[in-house]
């Protein structure tokens, strides 16, 4: 293409006009557009390699024979690049904003998405049931165990018996309302049975994408269809009922899974109860701990309440009981009390502490052999030694807050944890 005024091929792309492309010149400035040809004109140029200027089949024989090249390879070559005009000319057609918009593009796009779903739809694979109405009856609840033991989404469900028997009730209103297909057979004897393995049989022909299948019958002759099913290459559960559970054989690996119909739950194997049982007694622990430290908390709540109170008292001053000589019960009472407080002992440093608490620790195992001496039976005897809490006492001596805080900070003793308590020892005997 060349410059109408000024025959220059040196020109640029300068937007469109009326959807056309316009050109501006870059030797003389003119702004043209690209002309229209008709086919035979444009069948008889042939473009040259840079895809500028175009030449004519006479001017490209005399090119040829300058640069002593035979005439069909010449044009060959230049078929070539005008093929890379072509392709870049539909590309730009396909690309516009009307190509875009238009109708034909939508109708492609429609056909395309179409062809593309049936593809999907092939690939998808999944699960059908075929159930004998007469023989089994399936609730919901069974129906969804069945649907958990499959891998692939239950799609399909199809139900066979002669509908028109009394004895069926309103159990097909129940099923088509699930999405059964409902088939009807003739009344007769195995109907049901005969039409499951004459439909079962050509499975793949109407549901090519279907991988397992759900028998649900008990009748013993079912297991041919099994068998044929299985030659298919599909994997086969055969579903029967004994009584209130539901047996569930998996015909490929030989696996059983039971189903309670009354309890609506999987029936565990023995593995799986000893499981649950072991689960529910570490519950149970776990729930008595919890219940122990909690009651601990409220006993050394309440020992810190007490020492509290007992403090309060003894920091009070002394009243002089009046005692009357006609009172000789009360003076009896007193002289008893008097007497008390004069047999205990008094500790008033840490040595002798340590040394009741290790006597107690040594006359403890003969007094009872067969239990341990934690830090709260430890107190208890060194509290009738003296008359006082030992929280007390160790508060008083500047020792810790607790027995148990001194007795950890203590090189002479030794705290073991025993359950939910400590058992005191001797260093020495560790």
Same mark, same amino acid.
């Given at each position: 293409?060349?410059?109408?005024?000024?025959?220059?091929?040196?020109?640029?792309?300068?937007?469109?006009?009326?959807?056309?492309?316009?050109?501006?010149?870059?030797?003389?400035?003119?702004?043209?557009?690209?002309?229209?040809?008709?086919?035979?004109?444009?069948?008889?140029?042939?473009?040259?390699?840079?895809?500028?200027?175009?030449?004519?089949?006479?001017?490209?024989?005399?090119?040829?024979?300058?640069?002593?090249?035979?005439?069909?390879?010449?044009?060959?070559?230049?078929?070539?690049?005008?093929?890379?005009?072509?392709?870049?000319?539909?590309?730009?057609?396909?690309?516009?904003?009307?190509?875009?918009?238009?109708?034909?593009?939508?109708?492609?796009?429609?056909?395309?998405?179409?062809?593309?779903?049936?593809?999907?739809?092939?690939?998808?694979?999944?699960?059908?049931?075929?159930?004998?109405?007469?023989?089994?009856?399936?609730?919901?609840?069974?129906?969804?165990?069945?649907?958990?033991?499959?891998?692939?989404?239950?799609?399909?469900?199809?139900?066979?018996?002669?509908?028109?028997?009394?004895?069926?009730?309103?159990?097909?209103?129940?099923?088509?309302?699930?999405?059964?297909?409902?088939?009807?057979?003739?009344?007769?004897?195995?109907?049901?049975?005969?039409?499951?393995?004459?439909?079962?049989?050509?499975?793949?022909?109407?549901?090519?994408?279907?991988?397992?299948?759900?028998?649900?019958?008990?009748?013993?002759?079912?297991?041919?269809?099994?068998?044929?099913?299985?030659?298919?290459?599909?994997?086969?559960?055969?579903?029967?009922?004994?009584?209130?559970?539901?047996?569930?054989?998996?015909?490929?690996?030989?696996?059983?899974?039971?189903?309670?119909?009354?309890?609506?739950?999987?029936?565990?194997?023995?593995?799986?109860?000893?499981?649950?049982?072991?689960?529910?007694?570490?519950?149970?622990?776990?729930?008595?701990?919890?219940?122990?430290?909690?009651?601990?908390?409220?006993?050394?709540?309440?020992?810190?309440?007490?020492?509290?109170?007992?403090?309060?008292?003894?920091?009070?001053?002394?009243?002089?009981?009046?005692?009357?000589?006609?009172?000789?019960?009360?003076?009896?009472?007193?002289?008893?009390?008097?007497?008390?407080?004069?047999?205990?002992?008094?500790?008033?440093?840490?040595?002798?502490?340590?040394?009741?608490?290790?006597?107690?620790?040594?006359?403890?195992?003969?007094?009872?052999?067969?239990?341990?001496?934690?830090?709260? #039976? *430890? +107190?208890?005897?060194?509290? /009738?030694?003296?008359?006082? %809490? &030992? @929280?007390? =006492?160790? $508060?008083?001596? #500047? *020792? +810790?807050?607790?027995?148990? /805080?001194?007795?950890?900070? %203590? &090189? @002479?003793? =030794?705290? $073991?944890?025993?359950?939910?308590?400590?058992?005191?020892?001797?260093?020495?005997?560790?």
């Amino acid at each position: 293409m060349k410059c109408p005024r000024c025959e220059s091929t040196s020109y640029r792309k300068n937007g469109r006009r009326n959807g056309k492309q316009n050109y501006l010149c870059k030797n003389c400035g003119k702004q043209f557009l690209e002309p229209t040809l008709s086919p035979l004109v444009e069948t008889d140029l042939i473009a040259n390699s840079n895809g500028h200027s175009k030449q004519s089949m006479a001017e490209a024989t005399e090119i040829a024979l300058a640069t002593k090249l035979p005439v069909e390879k010449f044009i060959e070559t230049n078929l070539s690049s005008l093929s890379s005009i072509l392709a870049e000319e539909l590309r730009r057609i396909l690309l516009s904003p009307d190509w875009l918009e238009s109708d034909t593009l939508n109708q492609f796009i429609k056909i395309f998405q179409q062809k593309q779903e049936i593809k999907h739809h092939l690939k998808t694979k999944i699960s059908l049931l075929l159930l004998d109405a007469e023989n089994l009856k399936l609730d919901i609840n069974s129906e969804l165990f069945l649907a958990s033991i499959c891998e692939y989404p239950l799609q399909v469900k199809l139900a066979f018996a002669n509908w028109r028997n009394p004895s069926i009730g309103k159990h097909d209103i129940e099923l088509y309302k699930r999405g059964y297909q409902l088939i009807h057979v003739p009344g007769g004897k195995d109907s049901a049975d005969a039409k499951m393995i004459g439909f079962g049989a050509c499975v793949l022909r109407s549901y090519p994408t279907v991988k397992e299948v759900f028998v649900c019958s008990g009748d013993g002759i079912l297991i041919h269809l099994c068998n044929e099913l299985q030659n298919q290459g599909l994997i086969v559960y055969w579903v029967r009922r004994q009584g209130q559970t539901l047996h569930v054989e998996n015909r490929n690996t030989g696996n059983l899974t039971h189903y309670s119909i009354t309890m609506a739950r999987e029936i565990p194997s023995l593995e799986q109860v000893v499981e649950e049982i072991q689960d529910l007694i570490r519950n149970e622990q776990n729930s008595i701990n919890a219940k122990l430290q909690s009651l601990a908390t409220i006993a050394n709540l309440f020992e810190e309440r007490r020492n509290l109170n007992t403090n309060i008292h003894q920091n009070r001053p002394e009243i002089e009981e009046v005692i009357y000589p006609k009172d000789e019960l009360s003076a009896q009472s007193i002289n008893v009390k008097q007497e008390q407080k004069e047999n205990f002992v008094q500790i008033g440093d840490r040595q002798t502490l340590d040394k009741f608490l290790l006597k107690i620790i040594r006359d403890f195992p003969i007094n009872s052999p067969k239990t341990k001496l934690s830090v709260s #039976k *430890l +107190g208890t005897e060194i509290q /009738k030694i003296t008359g006082e %809490s &030992p @929280t007390s =006492i160790v $508060k008083k001596l #500047k *020792l +810790g807050s607790s027995l148990t /805080k001194y007795l950890e900070s %203590s &090189p @002479t003793f =030794i705290l $073991k944890p025993s359950g939910n308590e400590y058992e005191v020892m001797p260093r020495s005997l560790e």
